[in-house]
């Protein structure tokens, strides 16, 4: 026994406790070739599908977030440029009001301007027509107070209207001269003044 014993102690000596048995490392490497094989055959592929269909899933959202975003700048652009066009739009329609605006009141200012002339024309021609007929009545007036006092000054009777119209005129006259002559004395003072 104490051979037995002896190669049994030589026998543990010889090999490391901290190594296993070869059958424990031949069976080990056997199960785990297999759970290998097994894994690779049925397990492997499957998670490589869901993790294909994840990564599909990713870039599709990628991609699909890279086209809203482009969508979104070309709206945005669009957006900016609608607004630019509308703002010239906006500014082309005040000037075109101011313009506008302008003329009406160029036009309604020439129109005023044609109507106080004309009011003014029509009011001189009033005024020349109503001292014209002053003038004729205060010359008929003045001409038949001449003719009266003329008739009692000189005694007769001046009712021949030849007569009559020449005394008047020849009256008329010398008050017309009388006041020319007074109107002459009156500038020239003023401008010696």
Partial sequence: MTT???TLLAAEEAQNPLLPETYDIVWSLVVTVIIAVAFTKYVLPRFQAVFDERAA???GGIAK???VQAQADRAVEEQQALLAEARAHASQVREEARAEGTAIVRE???KATEEAERVTET???QIEAD???ASVSLRAEVGALATDLASKIVGE???DSARQSRVVDRFLDELEASEAAASNQ???TTQEA
């Fill in 4 to 6: 037995l014993n002896g």
């Fill in 57 to 59: 899933k990713i870039e």
């Fill in 65 to 67: 977030a890279a086209e």
């Fill in 108 to 110: 309604l200012r020439a």
């Fill in 123 to 125: 009011a001189r021609r």
């Fill in 131 to 133: 001292r014209q007929a």
């Fill in 157 to 159: 009777s001046l009712e």
């Fill in 186 to 188: 009156a500038v020239a």
